[in-house]
T-cell receptor, first 118, second 111 residues
Framework: GAVVSQHPSWVICKSGTSVKIECRSL??????MFWYRQFPKQSLMLMAT?????????EQGVEKDKFLINHASLTLSTLTVTSAHPEDSSFYIC??????????????FGPGTRLTVT | GESVGLHLPTLSVQEGDNSIINCAYS??????FIWYKQESGKGPQFIID?????DKRQGQRVTVLLNKTVKHLSLQIAATQPGDSAVYFC??????????FGKGTKLSVKP
């Protein structure tokens, strides 16, 4: 149980285009989902916290107009990288908190999406 | 601010030996600690956790030790296998309830 999927697993796009990444909880409902960014050989950095039916909360330094997050249902959150630039190339990982559990740190991680902007 | 650091970015061990990966944290009020394993190109995988009211917790081939006095956390892997090769992160629950990750230690297992 507690499986989180991401789609696509990797994507290459041209500068200036937008890319949407999906995060799904497959066998549980997720009130809260989290989006992380990871550069090569570095740690995970939290970008934003996404709550179903409300606006996402972004971490300091993360541009909300550039990284659009939508959490329209209890099993799906999307991250859209708008007007992508090469510096947006990174590994994006989502995690989800089981609605049935009340502990924010009990998160289940997706497999990640590798974004390359050319 | 709150931070989590690791002592060694890389660790190389012989297959069958024990591995010890260390982590230090800054917030003495931290209550919950987690170790994750991340294989190349994949998301983090939960290994083991420990609460601040414990000093030691054991799982299958893994043991986590917590020293609150010096704010130090370690992960011990017994009889390390090639499949254990990965990057290991410790994470601490921050004051906001979020996860704060350490920088990671890359474990390489030599056959």
């Amino acid at each position: 149980g507690a499986v989180v999927s991401q789609h696509p697993s990797w994507v290459i796009c041209k500068s200036g285009t937008s890319v949407k990444i999906e995060c799904r909880s497959l066998d549980f409902q997720a009130t809260t989902m989290f989006w992380y960014r990871q550069f090569p050989k570095q740690s995970l950095m939290l970008m934003a916290t996404s709550n179903e039916g409300s606006k996402a909360t972004y971490e300091q330094g993360v541009e909300k107009d550039k990284f659009l997050i939508n959490h329209a249902s209890l099993t799906l959150s999307t991250l859209t990288v708008t007007s992508a630039h090469p510096e947006d190339s990174s590994f994006y990982i989502c995690s989800a908190q089981d609605r049935g559990r009340n502990l924010i740190y009990e998160q289940y991680f997706g497999p990640g999406t590798r974004l390359t902007v050319t | 601010g709150e931070s989590v650091g690791l002592h060694l970015p890389t660790l190389s061990v012989q297959e069958g030996d024990n591995s010890i990966i260390n982590c230090a944290y800054s917030n003495s009020a931290s209550d919950y600690f987690i170790w994750y394993k991340q294989e190349s190109g994949k998301g983090p995988q939960f290994i083991i956790d420990i609460r601040s009211n414990m000093d030691k917790r054991q799982g299958q081939r893994v043991t986590v030790l917590l020293n609150k006095t010096v704010k130090h956390l370690s992960l011990q892997i017994a009889a390390t296998q090639p499949g254990d090769s990965a990057v290991y992160f410790c994470a601490v629950v921050g004051s906001q309830g979020n996860l704060i990750f350490g920088k990671g230690t890359k474990l390489s297992v030599k056959p």
